[in-house]
């Protein structure tokens, strides 16, 4: 697990922007939409798809006391899933005119771009 944790670890804080997404989630589908609506720059890591990703969640888990996905993170920061968590959650941050700033600092999205 220290192997799962360091890479995670590196993943969240060397990206602008990463998710942590299940293919056939339907709130992993929302949140993707609307970050790529913005035209955020993000990595989506699909934990079904990954060889370690159960490991991966349950690591996920521990760091953020989320089960849930999507798992979005934002200049290091856990931002929330879909809904809710982290900061409020990628909807609600976006309703709410501060996923814009959120994603402006962590430099994946340029401050030029609108919404």
Known sequence: MQAIRAKLDAQIQRKPCVMYSLTTCPFCAKAKAQ?????????????????????????????????????????????GGCNDGGMGGVLPLAQSGKLQEILIKAGALSATQRI
């Open 35 to 79: 970050l790529s609506g913005m035209g955020t720059v993000y990595t989506i890591v699909e934990l079904d798809e990954e060889e370690e990703g159960m490991a991966m969640k349950a690591e996920l888990a521990e760091i953020t006391g989320q089960t849930s996905v999507p798992q979005v993170f934002a200049g290091g920061q856990f931002i």
